[in-house]
Structures are given as C-alpha cells and as structure tokens.
C-alpha cells in the first residue's frame, strides 16, 4: 500500500457528472439537462466578451470592483460586501474551507444541491442531511439538526433539483433559530427568476449569521464563464478574501458578467418568458398523467410513478433527441428534472412525453 493518501473525507466524494451533451446518432438534440438559459447571454455580454479578448495578456483585476460596482448598482446592495467568485461553486467552497473542518457539521436539506456535500467532504467535514416535507424545505428539521458542531447551514431557495421554494418568514425564522456559531447560507441561484424576490439580501442586511449566493450560469446565460458571487456580513467577506486566490476570476468572465447585470431589460425578457414556458409545461405534462410540485425556477421535477417509469421515459426522451437530467443522486429516483427551454424545445418535451404515456417506447 503506498503511503500517499488525501486528506480524510476526499475519497467520500463521488466524481461529479455534468448533464449530457449528445446523444449517439440522434441529431437537433435540445440539453435541457442544466437549467442553461435557452436563449444565451445578452448581446451586452457577448460584446464585453469579445472585446476583452484583446487583453487576455494581461491579468484580471485581483479586486473585482468594476463588476461588483455593478452588481451593487443594479441590486441596491454594498459592492464593499460582495465577493466574486469562479461560479458561486467556489463561493460555496470559500465556505466550506473558511468555516468548516474535521469535527465541524454542514447541514444540507434532504434534496438539496449536490456541492454543499461534496464541498463539506472535501472540507474534511462531515454533511448532515436534514428532512425536508415532500420534496420542500422544512425549516423545522434543519432547526433539530443543529448542534453544537454545526457550522454551516445551506438552503437553497428555490432549491435545485425540487424547484420549490419557502417564504421569507420560514427564512427568517432559520436565521434567528440556527446554532450560534452557524453561518445560513442562502443559495440564490434561481433568485432572478422569481418576481420582486431579493434571494435574502435583505435579510443578510439585518443580520450578521446570513451570506446569500448568486449565480451569473442560469439566468443570466453565462455558465460557460464561471461567474457567481456571494454577499454577507463585512467579517465574513474579509475571511473569504483571505481563501480566495488573487485571480480567480478570468477577465473576459468578469467583462461579460458586468454587462450582463447592467442589462436589466434583457434579464427581465428571460424571467418574464421562462415563467409563461415553465407554467405552459407543467400543464402540458400534468395532462399527460406527470404532475410537477409548483416550480419557482428555471427546470420542473417530473414525477412518474417509480423509478423504472422515470428511467424509461429518460431513454424514450433521448431517443427523440430531448436531453432530461436524472435524479436518483438527490434522492429522487423517480423524477426527471426537466430544464424550461425555449417554446419549440417544451413543445417537444410535452408531445414526447404525451407519447411515451401513451405506449411508445
Ligand atoms: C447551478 C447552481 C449553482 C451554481 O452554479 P455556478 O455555475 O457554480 O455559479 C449553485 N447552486 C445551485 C442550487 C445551482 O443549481
């Protein structure tokens, strides 16, 4: 046996695997296994994008100022507490190595996002998975999972892969309850899609225990960039300074993200349609015999009636060149989560999902 081993927890993660890009020998494939914004970024952003690439010899900004000026001109908030990240994966890493170690616990809730897990893993802490109340989460069960030990606590709202969301008293009401020596973190990263929602900025403000996260890969149609950034209490922002590396993010990464927060309008088109296609899929579905919880995001949850139905659907789904995303990972073997894409791309979902509860497969 050779000597060389990791640290305790890293051999617990399991290798992470994307949603599927193609499918062998089917073409005009639609990937509605990521929740990507159908449509792209905006013009803004890919303008910002193509410009920057006349620096790439030099190194990015090490501070962030001019997206983070940005972001807290266009969100109201204080650009001196927000800190930006490669994705907020890294946000939720920054967390993960700043406040939890051997000994340390990080609740996640029961359908929960996979990073929280693997980041307290490779943390060398230990995740504790607390109950949610058919498939939302239940405030309740993470306040009894609290002890001593816990130092973070990870909620997202809405929450990936459920699609479902708690309102703003049962967040507070978090907050105020959790251990003493527990960070909240409020993962926003469907915030933009739900109307007059600030994904907690609010409560971050009136606090000192909540750190809200948000992502520039769904809405904003820029995954491909590795942009997220988190926004929390003065203290805790200068930690997560200190853990960050001076370049973390790329120049043309933070170009682009710029421009896409300041066009409001472009922003405000995507939730605006992905609200009309995501309520038109639902019905769709639901009048095929596959309800969904009621989402607040950008993708549903399919419920079929077990897990051999979901599996069977998922390959009939593939062999039409329609890419779904299983979920048996988060615990719910028999549901599908289906990306909201554009109109042609639910109109293809609907009718083949018609199709297979109708006997095709
Ligand atoms: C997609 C997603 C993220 C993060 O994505 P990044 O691309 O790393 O910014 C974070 N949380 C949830 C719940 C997500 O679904």
Known sequence: MSKITPQPGIMDIDLYEGGQTH?????????????????????????????????LHRYPSSDHAGLRKAIAD???LDAERIVVGAG????????????????????????????????????????VEAPEQQRVTDVDAILAACTKRTKLVFVANPNNPTGTMIGGNEVARLAAGISEQAILVLDGAYAEYVEEYDGGAA?????????????????????????????????????????RGPFNVAGPS???????????????????????????????????????DISMANFVLARFADRDEADACDRYLKSQGLIARKVAGYN????????????????????????????AR
Request: hydrophobic share 40%; net charge negative.
């Open 203 to 243: 409560l971050v403000e009136a606090r000192d225990n909540v750190v809200m996260t948000r992502t520039f890969s769904k809405l904003y149609g820029l995954g491909g960039l590795r942009v997220g950034w988190g926004y929390g209490p003065k203290e805790i922002m200068d930690v997560l300074n200190r853990v």
């Open 23 to 55: 499918v062998e020998g089917v073409s005009d494939v639609v990937k509605l296994s990521s929740n990507e914004n159908p449509y792209g970024p905006s013009e803004a952003a890919l303008e910002a994008y193509r410009r920057a690439g006349y620096d």
């Open 254 to 292: 933070l170009a682009a993200a710029e421009a896409a927060v300041r066009d409001v309008a472009y922003a405000e088109k995507c939730r605006i349609d992905n609200a009309r296609h995501r309520i038109w899929l639902s019905e769709a579905l639901a009048g095929h015999g596959v309800p969904c």
């Open 88 to 127: 907020s994966d890294e946000i939720i890493a920054f967390l993960c190595q700043a406040y939890a170690g051997p000994g340390d616990e990080v609740i996640h809730t029961e359908h929960g996002f996979a990073m929280y897990r693997l980041s307290a893993l490779a943390a060398g802490a230990t995740p």
């Open 332 to 359: 719910l073997p028999n549901c599908l989560r289906i990306t909201v894409g554009d109109e042609s791309g639910c109109r293809r979902v609907a009718h083949a999902v018609g199709q297979f509860k109708g006997g």
């Open 74 to 76: 266009v969100h109201g």
